[in-house]
């Protein structure tokens, strides 16, 4: 056995005497990163649908009536050359009333009988690049000979985009009160173990222990604890992700919003879980070591 | 092996524990540290292991000058030093071997060094069969051979006991010392603190006398 392996070992041992108060400090350590969690996967989902809408949503370009197929190439032509634009889509009159229907789904039979009185226009769909040009585009697909109005959905992409920004700044500080509250918990756990290993640390230091002798088996002890926290933690969002994945995202009830697919986001919540806990418990560690150990 | 060079330990509220010292303990000598309780024995001890630094003077420990060591070589000086206490200091979660092993853990001993290390000194101090045992199943006396056996585990060139007997009836006693008298006689350098005046006058051996903090007495065959 090296001298690692002993001190792995041994820190495994210290987990195991240290039993009650080791299953405590994880359970405050897992239910601090559920809760961080939970943020990062909202803040992740916000950013997801931000982005989602950001190029799905464009300018409705709404075409006079009397327009003829010609004149429609035309403007389309026109269309192409504003810089900025990604994408332009034709909506013909019909295709404008099945698009109604499609919005209203199980409410649609209002729409019966309507089909043949051409009361949804025709109208271009501008898809743009950055959100920033969104103004310059619009004053610029106005101008167009044939377009007698533009509309630009403005209000759902700010509010998605303030909500992101909020979110933004309430994960940080959420993230930061509750990796302080996890490194001060672990920290004070080391603590306790350290002063209930007192004598065995005087009686290491008298047979001539190095520092770093004493203190791995502690920094294992705590790393152990931060990454058995993690994977627990990791295990009980992915259940509850799935399950409001497969409720919410099957029915209507939030509109647009789509939750991300578990398949692409496991490995970042597991990753992040992972370095978390290995963060806190070493540096938990480290913090009350190094004022507990002095030769 | 120890020197101490005009020594002096004066402590923050105005005690002199040590009061200008000069002393040599050469190699393989076997010396008893002897006074009443706070003549200065226990500093006498700390300053060799460096848990205290002199208020002035020096203290040479195998050649090199330990008050100017640095605080990361301190363990490597206390390597040099097998330590046994009067109230044994073994660990009562772990059997006799992993006391022992402990010892030759802390110095990343190789494994085989280890398993060979452990035999011998077992047999030494009269241990072998008792390798499982947990200190609690064990007697004061043989506790104590438990901490002889821990402190020459890694072979150090000085051992220094404080006390070893003080807990122990006089024949677990003198058993002890028979133990300290076989492993002097391999050339390690022993310096034992005590009290037990009848085993320091029967062995006739150096005897060192401390009172106030200075050297009273200092007899190549001394008695109590």
Sequence with gaps: MTTNTYLIKEGYTNLNKHGSKTISTMLIICATMLILGIFVIIFQNVNYNVKTLRLEQGLQAFIEDKTTDDEIEYMKDQLHLIDGVSEIIYMSKAEAFEDAKDQFKDQDYFLDGLENLDIFPASFIVKFENIEDVDNIRAQVEKIDGIYKVKYNASTIEAVISISKVANYFLLGVGSVLLVVSIFIISNTIKLAVYSNKREIMIMRYIGAKNSFIVKPFIVEGAIMGVVSALISFILISIVYVYVYVALNSSYALGVFKFIPYSTIWYQILGLYVLLGLFIGIFGSAISLKKYLKA | ?224
């Design chain 2, 1 to 224: 092996m120890i020197e101490f060079i005009n020594l002096v330990k004066k402590y923050d509220h105005g005690v002199t524990a040590i009061d200008n010292v000069n002393l040599k303990i050469d190699k393989g000598e076997f010396a008893f540290l002897v006074g009443p309780s706070g003549s200065g024995k226990s500093t006498f001890l700390r300053l060799l292991i460096k848990e205290e630094e002199p208020t002035s003077g020096k203290i040479i420990v195998d050649g090199k000058d330990i008050t100017r060591l640095k605080k990361k070589d301190i363990p490597f000086l206390r390597r040099k030093i097998g330590f046994v206490f009067q109230d044994f200091r073994l660990l009562y979660d772990r059997t006799v071997e992993e006391n022992i092993v402990l010892a030759l853990r802390v110095i990343e001993a190789p494994e085989k060094e280890i398993k060979a290390q452990l035999k011998s000194v077992l047999q030494m101090v009269g241990l072998v069969g008792k390798e499982k045992f947990f200190p609690n199943q064990l007697s004061g006396g043989e506790q104590q051979r438990v901490a002889l056996a821990r402190a020459l585990a890694t072979k150090p060139p000085i051992i220094i006991a404080d006390e070893p007997t003080g807990n122990l009836d006089p024949i677990t006693a003198e058993e002890i010392f028979k133990t300290l008298l076989e492993i002097n006689s391999r050339g390690t350098t022993i310096l034992v603190v005590t009290h037990a005046k009848d085993i320091v006058d029967s062995l006739n051996k150096r005897v060192i006398a401390l009172d106030h903090g200075k050297v009273i007495k200092d007899e190549a065959r001394g008695v109590y």
